[in-house]
């Protein structure tokens, strides 16, 4: 992992294509501006982990009869 220090209005390149300005800094909070070619996938880490959350759970995925099976058997327990 590479660690660099940026102030307001200074970038980083990334590879040829891919330029990041460090836009802000507030209140802990860094703003950023990402240029980057429009084929480049740019995510927030959160949402990364959310969609592999969601492709998981789609992997296990159950039939509807099965789940209407499951509610039968709560609505008899209830």
Do not use: H, Y
Request: glycine share 6%; no cysteine; charged share 35%.
């Amino acid at each position: 992992m590479l660690i660099l220090q940026r102030k307001e209005g200074e970038s980083l390149l990334v590879g040829e294509e891919i330029e990041i300005t460090v836009l802000a800094v507030e209140a802990g909070r860094v703003r950023l501006a990402i240029q980057a070619p429009r084929n480049v996938t740019i995510l927030r880490s959160e949402l990364r982990v959310a969609a592999q959350a969601n492709r998981e759970a789609a992997d296990e995925e159950v039939s509807p009869l099965e789940l209407l099976g499951v509610l039968k058997e709560r609505e008899k327990k209830e």
